[in-house]
């Protein structure tokens, strides 16, 4: 009997960030049910002007070690040829379907190109939204979402709130939305899951907390913000508020450890600042009451604050091998976003049994469950964000409620539900 076949496309495992981490262990998951699984790959996701690496290039460990999955990259937005080239590739390897990673609108134009041609050919074209509206839209932006999100049967979300943003987006488009997987003939399908637990990082059993936490100058009680250090994510917040907690007991730390987000490439190189001054023009002229985001940075507040003492920073991208000692020695993760998506950063933290201390924005509510598996604040109000942290140290969430939230978004069952396995 022939194995199936899937082709996943987005970030192969060479890139930075969430969505390559996403697209990796979907891949993963399908393997070890038999699947065959292709991910085809960009080769670079955005506009050449964009100032910032996305390629992973501290890891050692891969991925994709031990499995039968093939990775192709292939795919360059600058090159309308590659989209073809892509095209013609997955269409060779003839799979049941194709599902593309959906995170930014920029990337609607080549996706929209491809998932048109795929859908002719028979292919049935799944997006895998991780969001709709983006947390900076503009005209263009909408223009690419809809150019992009028009053509696929069916749609995966990972919150309602997803699903209420791609009916807005497409008033007259009949959708069936479910949490089965079943298609519909008649309608859009739309598949409400989750966000799995990510499960590319596991605790290390042998790792000594008590030494690791010494060497890293850490108190009794750690709160850790981890991933890229960006506006919507709201780190400014978490350290006004951590400031205001720290002043009142001296047995707490926070831990920052991420890569500064614009920062990534040597800021001295010509070629540099001409993409920092172009892509600084373009995002005026596109989105001109947004805020220039490459000015960004809530570090210095450590600085201002004389907050050495009591946050300690690690401010560069984690090699993969190394994501496990900053959880291992942290008891609960900071999520004071200004806007949410469904988040890798929380999907990550469950995988460690770590809570989440998050303000009500995006699908949070819909995750966090208030005393249960972590605490919610209330948006942009930092006294909110400080009493949660006093919440947390008076009321400690056990590690078997996250245990047993994790349990119910595993990627076994997720891939099993876009594949209709039972």
């Not at 022939?2 to 960030?17: C, I, M, N």
């Not at 991910?39 to 390629?55: G, K």
């Not at 690791?212 to 994510?233: E, N, P, S």
């Not at 609960?332 to 998506?341: H, Q």
Request: glycine residues 4%; positive net charge.
């Amino acid at each position: 009997m022939e194995k199936r076949k899937v082709v996943l496309f987005g970030p192969g495992p060479l890139f930075k960030g969430g969505i390559s981490n996403y697209n990796t262990s979907l891949a993963k998951a399908m393997d070890k049910l038999g699947i065959e699984v292709h991910i085809v790959s960009w080769t670079q996701q955005y506009p050449a002007i964009i100032p910032r690496d996305f390629i992973d290039r501290s890891s050692k460990s891969d991925f994709m070690e031990g499995t039968g999955i093939k990775v192709h990259y292939l795919c360059n937005y600058n090159n309308p040829f590659s989209w073809n080239a892509t095209v013609k590739l997955i269409k060779s390897l003839k799979p049941e379907m194709a599902i593309f990673q959906w995170a930014i609108a920029l990337q609607g134009l080549p996706m929209g190109w491809m998932a048109r041609r795929l859908k002719r050919s028979g292919i049935e074209v799944v997006f895998d939204l991780h969001l709709v509206v983006q947390k900076e839209s503009s005209s263009i932006d909408k223009f690419f979402t809809r150019y992009g999100l028009k053509t696929p049967q069916t749609f995966i979300t990972h919150a309602y709130k997803t699903v209420e943003e791609l009916k807005s987006t497409f008033p007259t488009k009949s959708f069936e939305v479910n949490e089965s997987g079943l298609r519909s003939k008649a309608k859009t399908t739309v598949i409400k899951l989750y966000h799995p637990i990510y499960d590319l990082y596991a605790p290390d059993p042998q790792f000594d907390v008590a030494a690791q936490k010494q060497a890293m100058g850490l108190k009794k009680h750690v709160f850790l913000y981890f991933g890229f250090i960006r506006k919507y994510k709201g780190l400014h917040q978490a350290l006004e508020a951590f400031d205001a907690l720290r002043k009142e007991r001296d047995d707490v730390s926070m831990l920052v450890v991420g890569e500064s987000f614009w920062k990534t490439l040597d800021q001295k190189k010509w070629s540099t600042r001409l993409k920092s001054a172009l892509f600084s023009l373009a995002k005026k002229l596109v989105m001109k009451n947004a805020d220039n985001e490459q000015d960004y940075n809530p570090i210095a507040m450590v600085d201002e604050r004389n907050m050495h003492e009591d946050v300690k920073v690690f401010n560069q991208f984690v090699p993969n091998e190394e994501v496990h000692k900053y959880f291992q020695v942290s008891d609960c993760i900071l999520l004071y976003y200004l806007t949410a998506t469904p988040s890798g950063v929380e999907s990550l933290s469950y995988n460690f049994k770590l809570p989440v201390l998050a303000t009500k924005v995006g699908h949070f509510p819909e995750t966090i469950k208030d005393g249960y598996n972590g605490y919610l604040a209330e948006d942009r109000d930092i006294e909110s964000m400080t009493e949660t942290m006093r919440r947390f140290l008076k009321n400690p969430i056990p590690s078997d409620n996250i245990a047993q939230s994790a349990e119910q978004m595993s990627w076994d069952n997720y891939a099993k539900t876009i594949l209709q396995i039972s």
